[in-house]
């Protein structure tokens, strides 16, 4: 059946019935993906036991539809998309060395699927999306951690620990009541409620959402924070929002956040209510005294960023493998320094390679500055992502790229006509022609 280009309201042309077809396939992919950032903090919901969270699902099903549809962007970050896959090559490649010749080879295999997907396929996917979807996912992504933790605050008021092992596992709300909400643990849950503090200030500069329901966002997001207890968490929080309200505005903004924070101080101390015990502990007293020894864990993993440097030296070259560390260390965990763990799993050339990547990521948001709308929540999300590369092991899951790919898909994905005044793109160029505009 071909409907006739006379028809009012129809674009001239013939529209045939497989074109219709791939619009609802379009549709159904772009909802997928944008369930996909909405879930991709919610660690805890996977199938089964295994890393397949709800998200990949979602994600999943995005990447087939697109990929069949042809709508994979071959050069996701326009001119530097060589240097990526450089990168990303050379990190994968080095660590299939290190596993080829003292480790598990087929342990390679599953840490290269996770990593190829989250910083080569999620760009791919994210960069050829309109403007319309591009800005709305820091507002998903936002939202859905923001639910996180209003389930996990009403949990923590209704049950105990005890109650919620048995269906929600450790790591939602803990032993010593640190709040992991459905990022699963207590510590990633500050991380990704660290991500959505800039979202939620580009969300209101955006006027996606009301003042009013910012801060209720807001009031959630601080509330979920205290209850993590992470002191990286806090840290990362406070210095994110800071380095984004400077880009945005200046010292004047600064002031004014200073202003507000004081005030709610304030008013809190006022009220007598407690800080939850789990923060006093871990974070508070470290602030108090100015000893990081009393910051969480912090003297546990400085004994092994001390065992990481001795190995070091005997796999600086070749790497010892993939997941080879836990099973070579006294301390049966892997270093939490993403740094450390490449080099001594993977060698010299792995490590050069995730050196490389992370400095086009730095590249490429310091790029986006012109605009400054976007450029500064781009760098803060960054910083966040770059303070954890210094206290956690490997970081290919959803819920640490996905947040960055987001941000930079703001900056370098193709604008609409009307946009392209805005689009200042020094170190790269649009992943696909600019899109006119549809009335």
């Known amino acids: 059946m071909t409907i006739s280009a006379t028809t009012p309201g129809l674009p001239h042309g013939p529209l045939s019935g497989t074109t219709m077809a791939g619009d609802k396939w379009d549709s159904v992919a772009r909802y997928a993906l944008l369930a996909s950032i909405f879930l991709s903090g919610w660690f805890l919901l996977r199938v089964g036991s295994v890393n397949f969270t709800f998200s990949d699902a979602a994600l999943l099903i995005c990447l ?3 990929a069949a549809r042809g709508r994979l962007g071959a050069t996701p970050f326009g001119s530097l998309t060589p240097f990526w896959v450089t990168g990303l090559a050379m990190m994968l490649g080095g660590l299939f060395v290190g596993s080829i010749m003292n480790g598990d080879p ?83 849950n500050g991380a990704v409620i660290s991500f959505a503090m800039p979202m939620l200030l580009y969300a209101v500069r955006q006027r996606q959402i009301t003042l009013y329901l910012a801060l209720g966002c807001l009031l959630a997001l601080v509330w979920g924070l205290l209850l993590t207890a992470s002191f990286t968490g806090f840290a990362a929080t406070l210095l994110t929002v800071f380095v984004c309200l400077l880009l945005l505005g200046g010292f004047r903004y600064i002031a004014g956040l200073a202003v507000v924070m004081g005030a709610a101080f304030g008013l809190f101390i006022a009220s ?138 703001l900056l370098y994905g193709p604008r609409r006509a009307s946009d392209t005044g805005r689009a200042h793109l020094i170190y790269s160029t649009p992943a696909g022609p600019p899109q006119m505009p549809s009335f």
């Open 64 to 66: 087939i539809i697109t």
């Open 106 to 188: 087929l342990r390679w295999v599953n840490i290269a699927l996770q990593y190829t997907v989250s910083f080569m396929l999620i760009p791919m996917v994210l960069m050829q999306q309109d403007d319309q979807v591009r800005r709305i996912g820091p507002l998903l992504f936002m939202l859905g951690i923001v639910l996180s933790q209003i389930i996990g605050i009403t949990v923590t008021l209704l049950f105990t620990p005890s109650d919620t092992l048995p269906l929600l596992g450790t790591g939602f709300y803990t032993g010593n009541q640190r709040l992991g909400s459905l990022s699963g643990e207590p510590n990633s």
């Open 272 to 409: 007598g209510t407690p800080l939850p015990k789990a923060f006093q502990e871990r974070v508070g007293n470290a602030v108090e005294s100015g000893d990081l020894t009393q910051a969480g864990t912090f003297t546990g993993r400085s004994e092994l960023i001390k065992e990481a440097w001795t190995f070091t030296e005997q796999y600086s070259v070749i790497g010892m493998g993939v997941d080879r560390y836990r099973e070579l260390s006294a301390h049966d965990n892997p270093v939490h320094n993403l740094y450390l763990l490449i080099w001594n799993e993977g060698g010299i050339i792995a490590f050069t390679g995730l050196i490389l990547l992370l400095s086009l990521l730095c590249l490429m948001a310091a790029g986006g500055l012109r605009d400054r709308e976007r450029g500064a929540p781009t760098i803060a999300v960054l910083l966040v992502f770059l303070i954890y590369t210094l206290s956690y092991p490997h970081m290919y899951s959803r819920m640490w790229v996905m947040p960055v790919m987001i941000m930079l898909a």
